[in-house]
């Protein structure tokens, strides 16, 4: 009877707990509720076995018993392994044997087929061309990487990084090497006196995966290699690398490009790329205040924000490196409009560096725009005090720390630390959220509760529940919201249509409310109705053209007349920054100017009207938003709609309210 990775996750889990609840160990891992109770079927089956205690199962609630031998047996346990396992094992088997390797030896380390070997080689070949190399096999060397050598030593690298998400990897490591531990205590300690000689520290996961490549490295065999001692990336090694490390190769180099790239805890921006960069972030706020019709308070704080995120994801772009991916799930289930709009405000920082930006470092960025159009005050006293411990790097550990303080304004928190700091706060914390486990000293210390990375708004509501129980000696109910039910209902079944699912909740939770008061953000065809289109010849002016494209939303009584006004008054201080491309603008003001209700309107003029700098403007969309992100989902649809000129060309001849109807109608489907 063998474990899979997942059971042996969830069973860590239970011992670092040893009573949880379901609900706690959905929002804890990734796992889906069947997943989780086919796998604690799997635990039970594994302890049975072996003559162990089983799980007493009490509804939701799971107690496993306090027997030592659980743990003991579930360190020396075989396992099944999956598909990236078996992939991960053949690569790094094949990257640091030195003799002949067939697959018959693969056979012999996966304890497989010999078609389930063939399948994993397959992935394996196909993943390292994508790279840049090659799995060989000749009759001299065996199975071997074929490539530049610094690439081989990337890839290797890459490999690490998805090896170290895994509960499983000292059993891969075991497998592989037979002193691995050893050596990377070893590899560990070279890594630290580094950084005390350089005076700065890694975050911990980055030193982590170093140490591993540092292992690693100096272990591997290779066989074949293009015949090239050049580095791929070239620059200015730091000489105290070399130094230190007493070499000078393409390892080195390597080793020089994953520091340099790496985040560290603190760090100094060179006061040129500080002003550049802090030029280009100021411009890129300007873009997201005017494509998202929203007003920035404090931009020099979000500006600093973003030039301390933009040098390490410069670097990363640089180097070729990934930034985590964690952040995924969180962002497009929270913020996926938000994030459409910060991808396109990015604009120059993309001419900046010459090159696209991978979507998952533009979700980081996304982060800072949504914490501080949320960002709310904290007044300190008599409260909980806690601390935020996250190994995944300093941008997800302040991402998190927010999301608990906006969850639990009952507790104080210390700015978040390290695993290696942790200790140093114990005496004067209630409660440490962590999203690892931690020593057993510091469980003796002070309360200590596991939560995921970046919890969705359902996982948040389900871990307040758990946090309001198990510290704060209480159990509110928080208030079903739409986004929570659809979120639900998304997990277990296929919807066929989100727009008359959502039309249908909101009668059902809010029955005497209107409709684009609850339940989420309106989409465009919400806000533009019939009444709210216009389709004239001329107007006298620019102001004119204002004043009539805003009339229906002052005579439906969603504006006041000083917003139009205010509307006028802006373009006359500020020029034409309504002007979003040719024929096209978008007025609006701030919802305190005069807004009363959320709308949107139309007007389409036959003959342009002359703004300030002589742009000709005949299509007018008027917003008014009664808050910072109501109107953020309509507004993404119309950006979507003006991106694609054959239709915003069809707007321009179109000769009756029906026919914009119908234009605007596809770009209004729920996500």
Request: with cysteine; aromatic share 8%.
């Amino acid at each position: 009877m063998l474990l899979n990775e997942k059971s042996k996750r969830i069973l860590h889990v239970m011992l670092h707990e040893e009573i949880v609840q379901i609900p706690f160990l959905l929002t804890i891992l990734p796992y889906s509720k069947r997943t989780l109770e086919y796998e604690i079927e799997r635990i039970q089956e594994w302890l049975g076995y072996h003559q162990l205690p089983l799980i007493d199962v009490n509804g939701p609630i799971l107690t496993i018993p306090s027997d030592k031998g659980i743990g003991e047996k579930l360190e020396k346990a075989e396992l099944i392994f999956s598909e990236e396992e078996r992939e991960l094992l053949i690569t790094f088997y094949t990257m640091v044997e030195k003799d002949f390797v067939s697959s018959v030896h693969y056979q012999q380390l996966l304890n497989v087929s010999k078609f389930t070997v063939q399948e994993s080689l397959n992935a394996v070949k196909k993943d390292a061309v994508q790279f840049g190399i090659t799995l060989n096999y000749s009759r001299k060397d065996g199975y071997h990487f074929y490539g530049h050598l610094q690439t081989i030593y990337l890839y290797m690298y890459r490999a690490i990084e998805r090896l170290i998400r895994l509960s499983t990897k000292n059993d891969l490591m075991s497998m592989i090497i037979d002193d691995w531990s050893e050596r990377l205590i070893k590899a560990k300690q070279h890594i630290e006196s580094y950084e005390a000689e350089q005076q700065f520290q890694f975050v911990e996961e980055h030193r982590e995966k170093l140490s591993y490549f540092l292992m690693l490295g100096r272990s591997i065999a290779i066989k074949e290699v293009v015949p090239s001692e050049e580095p791929l990336f070239v620059k200015n090694i730091d000489s105290t690398l070399i130094s230190y490390f007493e070499e000078r190769t393409l390892f080195v180099d390597t080793l020089d490009l994953l520091i340099q790239s790496g985040p560290k805890v603190e760090e100094e921006i060179q006061k040129d790329l500080h002003a550049r960069l802090f030029k280009i972030m100021h411009e890129v706020i300007t873009h997201f205040e005017t494509i998202s019709c929203t007003f920035i308070i404090e931009k020099e704080a979000l500006c600093e924000k973003l030039v301390l995120h933009s040098k390490a994801t410069m670097q990363r772009l640089y180097s070729g490196l990934e930034s985590s991916s964690e952040l995924k799930r969180y962002v497009m289930e929270e913020h996926q409009v938000l994030h459409v709009l910060v991808s396109k405000a990015l604009e120059p920082f993309r001419k900046l560096m010459n090159q696209d930006i991978p979507d998952v470092e533009i979700m980081y960025y996304t982060l800072h725009f949504a914490t501080h159009l949320n960002q709310q005050g904290e007044q300190l006293d008599k409260k909980l005090k806690a601390i935020v411990v996250c190994p995944s790097g300093i941008s997800v550990s302040h991402m998190l720390d927010y999301i608990l303080k906006n969850q639990f304004p009952e507790i104080v928190f210390l700015p978040p630390v390290s695993q290696r700091e942790v200790g140093q706060f114990v005496e004067i914390i209630d409660v440490i959220f962590t999203t690892v486990p931690l020593e057993e000293s510091i469980h003796l210390q002070a309360d200590v509760m596991l939560v995921p990375t970046l919890p969705t708004r359902f996982e948040q509501i389900t871990l307040r529940r758990s946090v309001e129980q198990r510290f704060l000696k209480r159990n509110q109910s928080d208030e079903i919201q739409l986004e929570d039910l659809i979120a639900v209902i998304k997990q277990h079944a296929t919807i066929q249509s989100e727009s008359a699912l959502r039309q249908e909740l909101n009668q059902l939770l809010y029955p005497r409310q209107p409709k684009l008061l609850q339940g989420g953000q309106p989409v465009l065809n919400d806000l533009i109705t019939t009444n709210q289109i216009q389709i004239h010849q001329r107007v006298e002016s620019w102001m004119d053209a204002i004043r009539v494209a805003a009339s229906p939303l002052l005579l439906e009584k969603k504006i006041q007349p000083a917003y139009i006004e205010t509307m006028i008054q802006n373009v006359e201080s500020h020029g034409p920054y309504i002007v979003l491309m040719p024929d096209v603008a978008i007025p609006h003001a701030r919802p305190e100017d005069g807004v009363l209700q959320l709308g949107m309107s139309i007007l389409k003029l036959e003959e342009p009207v002359l703004f300030p700098q002589d742009k000709e403007v005949r299509l007018f969309f008027v917003l008014a938003a009664i808050d910072q992100t109501t109107h953020l989902k309509a507004l993404s649809q119309l950006t979507n709609l003006l991106g694609n000129q054959a239709d915003v060309t069809r707007l321009l001849e179109a000769s009756s309210v029906t026919e914009i109807e119908t234009i605007i109608e596809p770009y209004s489907e729920e996500d």
